[in-house]
């Protein structure tokens, strides 16, 4: 197993390129630990409050461990990256921002540290005390390189990258574009929990280690990031994204690429468009990461695979 240190600076990059030099090269079908820092990239600590805020630079957020050349991987092809383990530190943080999120110019500075659990986060402090919330782990960024350009962390694209979809934790599956030779897949911003949405722009923020098996889809192009996944409530689903400043085109996105994805099961492309208002499920995961917002539409297994019996 190829071990990554993300807690290295020079195992970090800050930006999403075809141009990155790869930390490390992966055969398909291999596993890879990595060690991975929170979206403060280590700036924040359990000590920290909120006048400790003013010290974060904000230029260093959501570093992602990377790229990770995949061997044999060209333009055209899918990485099928499969979340075997994802372990996350005992600790937490949640920042409400004046100047960040949905809602903006309206609340002050506020930092809440959490004891992260086995099984719930609970609030220290004054501010929400008392309060649970279930741990339920997820990476905030998995992405591939651009096909061109430069380009920051925040906004989520059609690579992939900072999606702050709660559906892509520990047993998911995630597809993703191949868009250069080698597709140089990065990581970050692990959260213990999340609402859809991350509305107020952060999560339950902390550090984790991560297992990830790697495999190589050989000409099965994708045009934005897919998974397989479990919701709770739903059982396991497929689950399919729209990536877009307009968040209508978004959620039509969203809805185009299940068609797509459905018709793998048999469906024929009225079907799968029947079966989304029927059985899907169209979720706003992510509205913070500006100019871009991510829906989810989600189809249960159980039901797509009736088509394959």
Same mark, same amino acid.
């Given at each position: ?29 291999s596993t ?47 990485? =099928? !990256?499969?979340?075997? &383990?994802? *372990? ?7 920042? $409400? @921002?004046?100047?960040? /999120?949905? +809602? ?14 086995? =099984? !719930?986060?609970?609030? &220290?402090? *004054? ?7 279930? $741990? @339920?782990?997820?990476? /905030?960024? +998995? ?30 599956? $995630? ?22 949405g991350e509305?107020c722009g ?108």
């Amino acid at each position: 197993m190829i071990n990554i240190d993300g807690h290295l600076k020079s195992n970090l990059h800050l930006n999403w390129s075809p141009g990155l030099k790869p930390l490390a090269e992966i055969d398909p079908g291999s596993t890879v630990q990595v060690d991975i820092p929170d979206s403060s990239t280590l700036q924040i600590r359990e000590d920290f409050t909120t006048e400790d805020l003013r010290n974060v630079d904000e230029s260093l957020l959501d570093a992602a461990v990377g790229p990770m050349y995949v061997k044999g991987s060209e333009p055209g092809d899918v990485l =099928e !990256v499969s979340i075997e &383990r994802l *372990d996350v530190a005992r600790w937490g943080w949640t920042m $409400v @921002s004046w100047d960040f /999120g949905f +809602i903006k110019h309206r609340f002050r500075d506020r930092l809440l540290i959490w004891d992260i659990g086995s =099984e !719930v986060a609970t609030a &220290r402090g *004054d501010f929400l005390k008392g309060i649970r919330i279930p $741990v @339920s782990p997820f990476l /905030g960024i +998995i992405g591939t390189a651009p096909s061109t350009g430069k380009h920051g962390m925040i906004p989520p694209q059609y690579f992939g990258g900072n999606m702050d979809n709660r559906l892509l934790g520990q047993g998911s599956k $995630v597809y993703l574009p191949v868009s250069v030779p080698g597709a140089l897949l990065s990581v970050a911003d692990p959260h213990a929990a999340q609402g859809d949405g991350e509305v107020c722009g952060t999560a339950i923020e902390t550090m984790a280690t991560v297992c990830l098996k790697i495999n190589l889809l050989k000409g099965s192009s994708i045009g934005a990031p897919r998974a397989f996944s479990d919701d709770h409530g739903l059982g396991p689903v497929i689950v399919t994204m729209g990536i877009s400043p307009d968040l209508r085109n978004a959620c039509s996105d969203a809805i185009e690429n299940m068609i797509e994805e459905l018709k793998t099961y048999g469906f024929t492309d009225e079907e799968g468009y029947a079966l989304c208002s029927v059985a899907g499920n169209l979720r706003i995961s992510e509205v913070v990461d500006e100019p871009n917002y991510v829906v989810s539409m989600l189809v249960p297994k159980e039901i797509a695979r009736q088509r394959l019996a």
